[in-house]
T-cell receptor, first 116, second 115 residues
Framework: DAGITQSPRHKVTETGTPVTLRCHQTENHRYMYWYRQDPGHGLRLIHYSYGVKDTDKGEVSDGYSVSRSKTEDFLLTLESATSSQTSVYFC???????????????FGEGSRLTVL | AQSVAQPEDQVNVAEGNPLTVKCTYSVSGNPYLFWYVQYPNRGLQFLLKYITGDNLVKGSYGFEAEFNKSQTSFHLKKPSALVSDSALYFCAVRDEENRDDKIIFGKGTRLHILP
């Protein structure tokens, strides 16, 4: 199995509080992604990274920010959590080939976030 | 922007019968296409991918998918379904021609294999 871990795995927080989810990989893959999974919406891309300090927005980036200061860590921050951000968050990593992601993603086990 | 549609929320198939899970895509350039599976209470796993070449792609657990450029489809198939194939299946796309690193998923199709 790919070395990818997410923390925390479960979190309950209150509306308006900041939350940071961490994704850590030991595979030295260039590309890292944050998705959220919600019933009826499938997996939606929040942000992704194509290298240290290189990030870009996905489909549903409003209310989220990311940082990648090291190859192995990709942080997702909810600056002020809202109930609509209650979800399961998945981190994924991908190798690169010819300067592009292969697209064969390895996923973490997910972080279940509940915002009350 | 690229997108994926999975028109069926749920597909029911009797064990031993062939199964098809449908996927259509939209990209402005050439697509890289993928199928992933999520078993109950487990993470997401890669099944197969189409990059270029043969339109019929074989993957894990006996699954295959057929790329059809004219219909912009990438349907997942298996000749004989097993009860253990019951899971949530996701189709995904990346736009290679426009060198876009986003990997966009569909809403998923829940596959029920009936014993």
């Amino acid at each position: 199995d790919a070395g990818i871990t997410q923390s925390p795995r479960h979190k309950v927080t209150e509306t308006g509080t900041p939350v940071t989810l961490r994704c850590h990989q030991t595979e030295n893959h260039r590309y890292m992604y944050w998705y959220r999974q919600d019933p009826g919406h499938g997996l939606r891309l929040i942000h992704y990274s194509y290298g240290v300090k290189d990030t870009d927005k996905g489909e549903v980036s409003d209310g989220y920010s990311v940082s990648r200061s090291k190859t192995e860590d990709f942080l997702l921050t909810l600056e002020s959590a809202t109930s609509s951000q209650t979800s399961v968050y998945f981190c994924a990593i991908s190798e690169g080939t010819s300067g592009r992601p292969t697209g064969e993603l390895f996923f973490g086990e997910g972080s279940r976030l509940t915002v009350l | 922007a690229q997108s994926v549609a999975q028109p069926e929320d749920q597909v029911n198939v009797a064990e031993g019968n062939p199964l098809t899970v449908k996927c259509t895509y939209s990209v402005s350039g050439n697509p890289y296409l993928f199928w992933y599976v999520q078993y109950p209470n487990r993470g997401l796993q890669f099944l197969l991918k189409y990059i270029t070449g043969d339109n019929l792609v074989k993957g894990s657990y006996g699954f295959e998918a057929e790329f059809n450029k004219s219909q912009t489809s990438f349907h997942l198939k298996k000749p004989s379904a097993l009860v253990s194939d019951s899971a949530l299946y996701f189709c995904a796309v990346r736009d290679e021609e426009n060198r876009d690193d986003k990997i966009i998923f569909g809403k998923g199709t829940r596959l029920h294999i009936l014993p």
